[in-house]
């Protein structure tokens, strides 16, 4: 029988947290520790703190912190607009935002209380499970719904962004600046990502890493705003297909995985869920033919609402990949509605802790009560933000209309000369350099890069391309 952990060792680690404003992490404890163990050791303790309910951990992996139960959540997390400390000068339009409140409590049903509770029981009081694949396959669309029909109607009237019908896609690239950053900080934010709003404004726009964040977190966050923009910049070709999940993960995952070949492609070893009673599918083949038979059921569901919730719900139940799974799964929720012209979903200002909690539901009670009203909620919220955004978007952008002539001229160029996208920064670097004001180049190369990559069958005349060079290409483009 295993030995019990002295008690001592246990106190010694609260002690250690108790003196912390923020939350930290293994490497953080163990370097304050009088009488530091090895790592791994302190790990274990760590887990069976967090199942005591003794401490508090707030994201997975490599980005886990751990704080007192009734410590405040780090300021990084719960104050993403504090000024950067670095001394670049941050121009006009990337100026911080009013602070969002600092908790958002979401009003719950009795049902989904109820499996939140569950799933807060330390872990020895949780029943061990498997994958069940009776919870995909009895599924059938047109006739079972996550959603009830009026949820859905209502989710429709909230999300429409009142624009005359449109090809695909058309409201996404509309709002794609700020869709970029705000779903590229929120999807992060939920894996524990430190980087503040602010921040991730200055790594998308700018391309500058914050001071004193690692290098994983500037990855994860360049890797979201790939994703997106493959999303939107295609997305008469996405869809619930292998082709878009599989690039979309590759995306995601983008040098963030031990094994480099593992990116865009279906798992085939085990793995496991931290903080779960959750023990995934192992076998290669059942995660393959579970796989596609998400994807096909997803296509068939006729309800832009429903297929973002049940590949919310059955994605990340699943884990067809390494890692990354969840990420995959909120952006393929955007699918639809990027498809629909409806409002996106940037998952704005939805606690870290309740969503983590709404995905442990599933995977341990293959309950959707809590992540249904979570992605309500989510939902209700991004619209709402997106509502407002488009409203701003009446008048013209002043810096696209005193550059509207040399953006016309040099997206037509790029186009017409084929440019590959692993040349394009620098042949937009190149010519803004010998052709723009010092000050305007930085903003003048993002919003190329955005044209660019906002470029459809149906917007690309007014750059004086000829269709046949347009096609060129996008194939050129496409292939990089």
């Known amino acids: 029988m295993a030995r019990p952990l002295p008690e001592d060792d246990l106190t010694a680690i609260v002690a250690a947290l108790g003196g912390q404003a923020e939350a930290c992490s293994a490497q953080q404890i163990l370097q304050s520790l009088a009488s530091p163990p090895p790592l791994r050791t302190l790990q274990y303790r760590l887990r069976l703190l967090v199942d005591q309910g003794r401490l508090l951990r707030q994201g997975e992996g490599r980005w ?18 504090a000024q950067p400390t670095s001394p670049v000068q941050v121009p006009a339009h990337l100026a911080a935002e009013p602070a969002p409140p600092a908790t958002v409590e979401l009003p719950l049903s009795a049902a989904a209380q109820a499996v939140r509770d569950q799933v807060r029981q ?31 109607a209502h989710l429709r009237q909230v999300g429409q962004p009142g624009i005359a019908p449109q090809p695909a896609g058309t409201y996404a690239r509309q709002i794609l600046n700020r869709l970029l950053i705000d779903l590229a900080w929120n999807s992060s934010r939920l894996e524990g990502n430190t980087y503040s709003l602010l921040d991730t404004r200055r790594l998308i726009e700018l391309g500058e890493e914050a001071p004193g964040r690692g290098q994983l977190e500037a990855q994860m966050i360049l890797n979201h705003k790939d994703a997106i923009e493959f999303l939107v910049g295609q997305s008469e070709d996405i869809g619930f297909n292998r082709y878009t999940l599989l690039n979309l993960h590759a995306m995601l995952a983008n040098n963030l995985l031990a094994d480099p070949l593992a990116a865009g492609r279906l798992r085939y070893i085990a ?41 919310m719900v059955q994605l990340p139940y699943l884990q067809p990949f390494d890692d990354v799974n969840k990420r995959v799964s909120r952006l393929a929720a955007n699918i639809p509605l990027i498809h ?26 293959n309950s959707t009560a809590l992540l249904k009203e979570v992605f309500i909620w989510a939902c209700e919220r991004s619209a709402a933000r997106y509502a407002a955004v488009r409203q701003s978007l009446v008048e013209p952008d002043p810096f696209r209309m005193r550059h509207r002539l040399a ?27 010998a052709h723009v004001a010092p000050e305007d180049q930085a903003m003048f190369n993002q919003v190329v890069e955005i044209e660019l990559a906002s470029l459809h069958e ?19 483009w496409r292939a990089a």
């Not at 040099?410 to 620098?426: F, H, P």
């Not at 149906?458 to 050129?476: D, T």
């Open 271 to 311: 793995v496991g869920i931290e903080g779960s009673t959750f023990h995934p599918l192992e076998v290669p083949f059942l995660i393959e033919e579970c796989f596609d038979q998400i994807l096909a059921t997803a296509a068939a569901i006729a309800d832009p609402y429903e297929q973002a919730l049940f590949v």
């Open 407 to 433: 953006l016309r001229e040099l997206v037509g160029e790029l186009v017409r000369s084929g440019v590959r996208k692993t040349e394009a920064a620098a042949r937009i670097a190149g010519w803004s350099a």
């Open 122 to 152: 330390p872990l020895q009081r949780r029943q061990p499970v498997g994958y069940r694949r009776e919870f995909l396959e009895s599924y059938r669309p047109g006739q079972s719904f996550y959603l009830t029909a009026s949820e859905r």
């Open 64 to 81: 886990a912190r751990y704080r007192l139960p009734a410590l405040i959540p780090p300021p990084a997390a719960s104050a993403p607009y």
């Open 340 to 365: 629909a012209n409806l409002a996106p979903l940037a998952f704005t200002d939805l606690p870290r802790e309740l969503y983590t909690e709404a995905t442990l539901s599933v995977y341990e009670q």
């Open 458 to 476: 149906g917007n690309f005349a007014r750059y004086a391309i000829r269709p046949s060079a347009f096609k060129a290409w996008q194939n050129a």
